[in-house]
Structure formats: structure tokens, C-alpha cells
């Protein structure tokens, strides 16, 4: 029976709380099925090539049912984005007696969504750029919205005129049609 029990034992296998993360989200890794105790080793893979993390240990291990729930130490960010692979190696506390064991996930890690419609990212300089953040001072909608009334605009037979004498004389006409219209009854009421 010990031997099925080890057998058993010997199956590891890593999975994540979800396959794609975005930018500022931390990933949580899950392993079952390991030797109790066995320390683990990391190696990493982004786009296909090494991140430099090989064969790493943390100080984590397996817990007695040989299993373990790892947070990561941080959140994703702009560096991170793309595709990855994460081997695990899980090293006995008797090896070479029992052997080393391996799994691997792969997972995703997207940016986060511009949130702005892509004609209000134009940061005044004819280029587009900025953080696509409202109220940001690197371009975006506040600054299409603060620089709507710069330039001028070609009327007919009147020719270029300046955008803010036209806001002027809009509210110069709708001052006019809104008194015009509270004094429909003849004077003022009591």
C-alpha cells in the first residue's frame, strides 16, 4: 500500500488562479500532488526566452499533504506583458533517493485596456501618446476638451473665425432666445 501511496504522491501538478492576468494583477500558483516537504525550484519563460529565473528556490516547500497556494511577491507590470511559461521543479528532502519532479504552466499577461476612444489620445503635439488618463498632463481627453477652443473655423461667405467668438456668439444668442421666452406673457409675474 506504501507503494501506491508514493506513487500517488509523485504527480505533481502546477495550475494558476486564472490563465490571463493584467497589468497590476498578482498571479496565485497552486501545486498538488508532491512529495511532502519537497522544496520548490522556479524557472520562467517570457515570448519563449529565459527571464533569467532558473531553477530559483524561495525558501518555499510543499506543505504535509504536498501541496502549496503561493502568492507572487508582486504585480504584473508593462515589462511583463506576453506570453509566459512557469516550470516548477520540486526537489525531495531525500533526493537523489526519490527523484526531482516537474510541471509547467503557461499563462498570459495583457495590458490593461485604454479606456479612452483612440481620437482622444492625440497630446497636442501632432503625435499620438500620453497615458490615455483623464486628467492626466500627457494628453488624452482633457486636453482635446481644454484645446476645443484654440483655432478657427472657414464659414462661408464670412471666411476663418475664430472658434471662441463663435462660443461667444452662441451664448449671446441663447441668452437672447431664453429671455425672449420667460417673458411670453406680457411682464413680468408676482
Known sequence: MSGLLSGLMGAIKLSMDKSVYQVGEKPLYRLTGGVPGATIAWTSYLNGQP???YQA???QWLDNYGAAEI???Q????THVG???KDVIIIPNDYPKRP???ATVSFQVAPIPDRMPQAYENNGSG???GSGAAGADSGGLLDSITNIFEGDVTLPVVGEVPKAA???LGAVVLIVALSGSSDSGGGRRR
Do not use: F, K, M, Q
Not at 75 to 78: I, Q
Open 83 to 85: 506570453s509566459w511559461r
Open 166 to 168: 463663435l462660443v461667444g
Open 127 to 129: 503625435s499620438a501618446g
Open 75 to 78: 504585480a504584473w507590470n508593462d
Open 51 to 53: 527571464t533569467g529565473e
Open 71 to 73: 502568492p507572487a511577491a
Open 57 to 59: 528556490t524561495y525558501g
Open 100 to 102: 526531482l519532479e516537474n
